[in-house]
């Protein structure tokens, strides 16, 4: 409570503390202003007269003691009069009191500001608890207006561009906008997944970008998360010399063991009895399995290297598609599936810019998954469709079709759905993956789908490439 009037203060003090308030009085405005600065009072209740300063200034100066703090103020004045209510509440008061003072109304003036105050802390407690959990995300997080303009920043992204903040939202570098402080705009930043920033030490850093748009009412703002990739790509190529190195040392002995195990079935050391033969033949299985598996590992490292090539050129639709029909054919008739093709007459004359090994390769990984999906007496049709921009291969099968749960894993690498393989033969989990790498690289895009046309089960793998395609840059895969 502040007044220069010893009587004022103490009809207010008795009143305040009737109410069950504490209470303590400052005679002059820099008696408040000391006591405030050492103290945090959640009211100020001051006479509108002083003559020391006026209400305005007063106000002015005790709120900038404590900003953080949210200091309420209620001016007392002799009489009830619009004119000195409305200068009162202008000057940055809350709310305004006329002698002489009701008890009654004072006490509830009080209970209201009391529960602004909670509210108030509460909200302040929310808040403060967001920041800090923001502050503590491994991760830079920047928010930005629709025109580029930082609004705010986590800790990480501060200590990354060594911008020192004085408080949470203080920004000490001048600019003050994605471009000064990224190196690029904000259209670049929301088109990119990647991208490579400039560290506050001068050293480059490859980030990943993931970014979210949000509304309030004073508009629209973007929350970007840079994700540092340096510990991923060592992670990758670690990975990749490991599966490189693995596989070519399994190469050599592995070709040394099929070579032997087919001259044991030829009869090169002699006719073996039918047990042996039988036991030949499922070692040269399994060999080949393994070759196999071998041969989709080393593709995963070349695919994932920045030394993978592809030969281009452009060619004719169709005869790679009869070519990878004619080579599933055996697959298919040893376990009882029929291959029938849609559209390939038609539009198979259309001409695309590809690795013609590599597309055949994405059709036998295609084909031989629908042909050991299908159940005997099946059929497994590859659908060719073209429109005015793309080109649409599909291959569908008539098999279980592909589980919800298993949906999200399918195209990952070493995801596979037993309970959905029909042939007996086990998956290393690689092709579909391998197939999503190389189709990519291609410019395109594979999709799996239920069967929609009667009757409806199985499922429907869709390779979309572009009639009009531009290579893609070479890129760590995930």
Same mark, same amino acid.
């Given at each position: 409570?502040?007044?220069?009037?010893?009587?004022?203060?103490?009809?207010?003090?008795?009143?305040?503390?009737?109410?069950?308030?504490?209470?303590?009085?400052?005679?002059?405005?820099?008696?408040?202003? &000391?006591?405030?600065?050492?103290?945090?009072?959640? #009211?100020? *209740? !001051?006479? +509108?007269?002083?003559? /020391? @300063?006026? $209400?305005?200034?007063?106000?002015?100066?005790?709120?900038?003691?404590?900003?953080?703090?949210?200091?309420?103020?209620?001016?007392?004045?002799?009489?009830?009069?619009?004119?000195?209510?409305?200068?009162?509440?202008?000057?940055?008061?809350?709310?305004?009191?006329?002698?002489?003072?009701?008890?009654?109304?004072?006490?509830?003036?009080?209970?209201?500001?009391?529960?602004?105050?909670?509210?108030?802390?509460?909200?302040?407690?929310?808040?403060?608890?967001?920041?800090?959990?923001?502050?503590?995300?491994?991760?830079?997080?920047?928010?930005?207006?629709?025109?580029?303009?930082?609004?705010?920043?986590?800790?990480?992204?501060?200590?990354?561009?060594?911008?020192?903040?004085?408080?949470?939202? &203080?920004?000490?570098?001048?600019?003050?906008?994605? #471009?000064? *402080? !990224?190196? +690029?705009?904000?259209? /670049? @930043?929301? $088109?990119?997944?990647?991208?490579?920033?400039?560290?506050?030490?001068?050293?480059?850093?490859?980030?990943?970008?993931?970014?979210?748009?949000?509304?309030?009412?004073?508009?629209?703002?973007?929350?970007?998360?840079?994700?540092?990739?340096?510990?991923?790509?060592?992670?990758?190529?670690?990975?990749?010399?490991?599966?490189?190195?693995?596989?070519?040392?399994?190469?050599?002995?592995?070709?040394?063991?099929?070579?032997?195990?087919?001259?044991?079935?030829?009869?090169?050391?002699?006719?073996?009895?039918?047990?042996?033969?039988?036991?030949?033949?499922?070692?040269?299985?399994?060999?080949?399995?393994?070759?196999?598996?071998?041969?989709?590992?080393?593709?995963?490292?070349?695919?994932?290297?920045?030394?993978?090539?592809?030969?281009?050129?452009?060619?004719?639709?169709?005869? +790679?598609?009869?070519?990878? @029909?004619?080579?599933?054919?055996?697959?298919?008739?040893?376990?009882?599936?029929?291959?029938?093709?849609?559209?390939?007459?038609?539009?198979?004359?259309?001409?695309?810019?590809?690795?013609?090994?590599?597309?055949?390769?994405?059709?036998?990984?295609?084909?031989?998954?629908?042909?050991?999906?299908?159940?005997?007496?099946?059929?497994?049709?590859?659908?060719?469709?073209?429109?005015?921009?793309?080109?649409?291969?599909?291959?569908?099968?008539?098999?279980?079709?592909?589980?919800?749960?298993?949906?999200?894993?399918?195209?990952?690498?070493?995801?596979?759905?037993?309970?959905?393989?029909?042939?007996?033969?086990?998956?290393?989990?690689?092709?579909?993956?391998?197939?999503?790498?190389?189709?990519?690289?291609?410019?395109?895009?594979?999709?799996?789908?239920?069967?929609?046309?009667?009757?409806?089960?199985?499922?429907?793998?869709?390779?979309?490439?572009?009639?009009?395609?531009?290579?893609?840059?070479?890129?760590?895969?995930?």
């Amino acid at each position: 409570m502040v007044s220069d009037s010893a009587a004022s203060l103490a009809t207010l003090r008795a009143l305040v503390l009737a109410a069950g308030y504490m209470a303590n009085t400052a005679a002059s405005a820099s008696a408040a202003l &000391a006591h405030v600065q050492a103290q945090e009072p959640d #009211l100020v *209740l !001051l006479d +509108l007269r002083s003559p /020391e @300063l006026d $209400s305005c200034e007063l106000t002015r100066r005790l709120r900038l003691l404590h900003e953080d703090h949210l200091l309420q103020v209620i001016v007392v004045g002799a009489t009830h009069d619009d004119e000195q209510v409305i200068h009162a509440l202008r000057s940055g008061a809350d709310d305004y009191l006329a002698r002489p003072l009701s008890a009654t109304l004072l006490a509830a003036k009080l209970h209201h500001s009391a529960g602004r105050q909670r509210l108030q802390s509460r909200l302040a407690r929310l808040a403060q608890r967001q920041l800090d959990i923001i502050d503590n995300i491994a991760d830079a997080v920047i928010t930005l207006d629709v025109n580029g303009h930082v609004e705010d920043m986590n800790a990480m992204a501060h200590a990354l561009f060594d911008t020192r903040p004085t408080s949470h939202h &203080a920004l000490p570098w001048s600019g003050g906008d994605c #471009l000064s *402080l !990224l190196g +690029l705009p904000l259209a /670049e @930043l929301l $088109s990119r997944r990647e991208c490579q920033l400039r560290r506050a030490d001068g050293s480059w850093l490859s980030v990943d970008i993931s970014c979210q748009e949000w509304r309030e009412l004073s508009g629209m703002f973007y929350t970007l998360v840079l994700r540092d990739l340096t510990e991923k790509r060592a992670n990758e190529q670690r990975q990749n010399e490991f599966l490189a190195t693995v596989s070519h040392e399994l190469r050599t002995p592995l070709t040394s063991v099929l070579g032997s195990l087919g001259l044991l079935a030829g009869g090169a050391a002699g006719r073996l009895p039918a047990a042996a033969m039988q036991l030949a033949a499922v070692a040269q299985r399994n060999g080949k399995r393994l070759s196999r598996l071998i041969d989709d590992l080393l593709d995963i490292t070349k695919i994932r290297s920045d030394q993978f090539v592809q030969h281009q050129r452009e060619q004719a639709v169709g005869p +790679l598609l009869q070519e990878a @029909l004619l080579a599933s054919q055996a697959y298919a008739g040893s376990l009882g599936v029929q291959l029938e093709a849609e559209g390939v007459e038609a539009h198979g004359g259309t001409e695309l810019r590809l690795d013609a090994d590599r597309f055949l390769q994405v059709m036998a990984n295609l084909l031989s998954n629908a042909i050991k999906h299908s159940p005997a007496g099946e059929v497994v049709k590859l659908r060719l469709a073209v429109t005015s921009a793309v080109l649409r291969v599909s291959v569908i099968d008539r098999g279980p079709g592909i589980e919800p749960a298993f949906r999200s894993q399918l195209f990952n690498q070493f995801s596979k759905n037993e309970a959905g393989d029909l042939g007996g033969q086990p998956s290393s989990g690689l092709g579909l993956y391998i197939s999503r790498l190389l189709v990519e690289r291609m410019g395109g895009q594979i999709d799996a789908d239920p069967v929609a046309e009667p009757p409806s089960h199985g499922a429907s793998f869709t390779v979309t490439l572009p009639l009009a395609f531009q290579p893609t840059m070479n890129r760590s895969a995930a």
